[in-house]
């Protein structure tokens, strides 16, 4: 394993992809730090296989997001298909009756409302670097999908 400390970071600056240097409190540092929080509460989640695809196209947007503008990410997305997976999912909760908000309680609701953070914070990333539309797609339907969850 390499070092897991190198004091890089002690001035108040980290490393975007490719070792451009940003401060601390880069907006996309912040995004991703947001990012991280969410993958952390999704992990406590009941075991579900969407929510652990989930997890991994999280990982892979963070790495997008950390990608310095004008510079390629090969890491591919999958964020429209998850979209699609998570849509289905919320149609057959509509179907099988349950409608209407909760009072929120439990772990889930706090991943969804950490969720809708992560859109907001998004979408303030988008005005000064562009992301793939289907990033932001996925983080509204995400919420949606946990909230579809609860009600399960």
Request: aromatic share 4%; glycine share 8%.
């Amino acid at each position: 394993m390499k070092q897991i400390y190198t004091k890089t970071g002690d001035g108040g600056e980290t490393s975007l992809r490719g070792g451009v240097r940003v401060p601390k409190d880069d907006l996309r540092i912040e995004v991703n730090g947001q990012l991280d929080m969410l993958n952390s509460l999704l992990g406590l989640l009941p075991e579900d296989a969407l929510i652990d695809d989930v997890q991994r196209e999280l990982m892979v947007v963070m790495s997008h997001i950390a990608t310095p503008d004008g510079q390629a990410n090969l890491r591919q997305l999958h964020c429209d298909e998850l979209t699609a997976r998570m849509e289905a999912a919320i149609d057959q909760v509509r179907d099988n009756g349950a409608t209407g908000f909760v009072v929120p309680k439990g772990i889930v609701h706090v991943a969804r409302a950490q969720a809708r953070t992560v859109e907001r914070r998004l979408w303030t990333l988008h005005r000064s670097h562009p992301l793939d539309p289907s990033i932001l797609r996925m983080m509204n339907r995400l919420s949606d999908y946990l909230f579809a969850m609860s009600i399960n």
